[in-house]
């Protein structure tokens, strides 16, 4: 049976995904991408074959997606993120109409068709307010594990306003908020809804169609999660390990090729 692999290269992480013919997920790996995009690229599809227990030449097909796709000099093609992440939360929830990505230095918000086919989408790579660097750069001020933040947020018995959408006022906010003795978890609990916020504001230009799954290594946030749910009012998929999905779309396609 042939085998398909997709990567997925972003600016925080790169992950390799193989699927086979039955377009069954065989392993995964996510690993830290790090100053050099090509070393990741490999080092990830490295782990993901050991992962699988398969030799390299049993992989057919090797698609590369995401923001250092083109450092990908092994790859058989190189196809948008957007598109893979339409593929791969289809595959996952087929039912799926609008994917809501987080990563790490931009967001994006997509609307799709039967079979993932992409209708419209709104990004933004301009600013990292929004993303999973803006979040470690909040967790690193307020000195808590990146990891922690969805459940203190989840736990905390008030809520602190983070007034500012931008990066580097938004950390001096929290600097001054932290020096007033505002609770961690409510300071958190803020930083989340002016993240949801962010990407709401995207979601209402696209317009909103169920249902709704979200991609990316934020879904892993369920403070973040839950806000978006509130907004939204109703639930949002969200796969056991959301970081692969734009990994899976892109393997999809060189099963495609």
């Known amino acids: 049976m042939n085998l398909f692999a997709g990567i997925d290269v972003g600016s925080l992480s790169t992950d390799c995904v193989i699927i086979n013919e039955k377009e069954e997920i065989l392993s995964y790996s996510i690993t830290e991408t790090g100053a050099n995009s090509t070393e990741s690229a490999e080092k990830s599809f490295e782990e993901a074959l050991v992962r699988a227990a398969v030799q390299r030449d049993r992989v057919k097909r090797i698609v590369a997606t995401g923001y250092g796709r083109i450092s990908v000099p092994f790859a058989d093609k190189k196809v948008t993120e957007i598109s893979c992440h339409a593929l791969g939360a289809c595959k996952l929830f087929p039912d799926t109409r609008t994917v809501v990505d987080i990563g790490g230095q931009d967001s994006k918000v997509i609307r799709v068709g039967p079979g993932g086919k992409v209708l419209d989408f709104t990004m933004n790579d301009k600013c990292a ?129």
């Open 129 to 257: 307010a929004g993303t999973g660097r803006f979040l470690e750069v909040m967790a690193a001020k307020l000195k808590v594990p990146l990891n922690e933040m969805g459940t203190l947020s989840m736990g905390a018995n008030g809520e602190v306003r983070i007034s500012s959408v931008c990066t580097v006022f938004a950390e001096s906010e929290v600097i001054s908020l932290v020096a007033q003795n505002h609770p961690k978890e409510e300071i958190i609990r803020g930083i989340h809804r002016a993240i949801v916020n962010r990407v709401w504001s995207m979601v209402k230009t696209l317009g909103v169609k169920r249902e709704v799954t979200m991609s990316g290594g934020v879904a892993k946030n369920q403070g973040v999660v839950a806000f978006l749910e509130e907004k939204l009012g109703h639930p949002v998929r969200v796969y056991k390990e959301p970081q692969i999905v734009g990994g899976l779309g892109a393997a999809l396609h060189a099963k495609g090729l």
